[in-house]
C-alpha cells in the first residue's frame, strides 16, 4: 500500500526536496498528493487530495502549522501528522505533539532521516 502524503511548507525548496525523495525513495513506498504553502491551502486541499499523512511546517504565513494541526486533526482525526520544522526547543515539539502531530522531524534533515520518519508513522507500519 502506498502512503498519500501531503506536503505543507512554505518554502518552495522544502516542498520540492521532499517530494524528490518521496519520488526517488521507492522502498519509501509514498506519494505526494499535495503541496501547500501554508495551513489555509493545506485546509483546502485536503478534502480533495485525501493524504494518509502530512509533513507540516510550523512557521508559515496566513494559517501557521500549529493552527493547522488542530485544525486537521478535528476535521480528520484519523490523518497522521509529522512536523518537519526548525524550530528545535522542545517546547515547541510538545506542543505540537500535544495539538496531534505524531512525530517531529528537525530541519535540516538528511533524506535517510525523512524516509525513517515517514517509514515509520506510514499507515502500512501501523
Known amino acids: 500500500m502506498t502512503t498519500r502524503i501531503m506536503i ?3 518554502s518552495n525548496m522544502i516542498r520540492n526536496r521532499i517530494s524528490r525523495v518521496c519520488q526517488a525513495e521507492a522502498s519509501a513506498d509514498c506519494e505526494v498528493v499535495a503541496t501547500a504553502r501554508n495551513g489555509l491551502e493545506a485546509l483546502s486541499m485536503c478534502a480533495a487530495s485525501n493524504p494518509d499523512l502530512v509533513t507540516m511546517d510550523l512557521t508559515m504565513p496566513g494559517m501557521d ?3 493547522c494541526i488542530e485544525a486537521l486533526v478535528k ?3 484519523n490523518l497522521l501528522i509529522l512536523v518537519v520544522s526548525a524550530l528545535s526547543d522542545k517546547a515547541t515539539a510538545i506542543r ?3 495539538k496531534g502531530a ?4 528537525y530541519k535540516p534533515f538528511t533524506d535517510d532521516q525523512l524516509i525513517a520518519s515517514l517509514r515509520e508513522l506510514s499507515p502500512v507500519n501501523a
Do not use: C, N, Q, S
Open 75 to 77: 476535521r480528520y482525526p
Open 65 to 67: 502549522g500549529e493552527a
Open 8 to 10: 505543507v511548507d512554505d
Open 102 to 105: 505524531h512525530g517531529f522531524l
Open 96 to 98: 505540537a505533539l500535544k
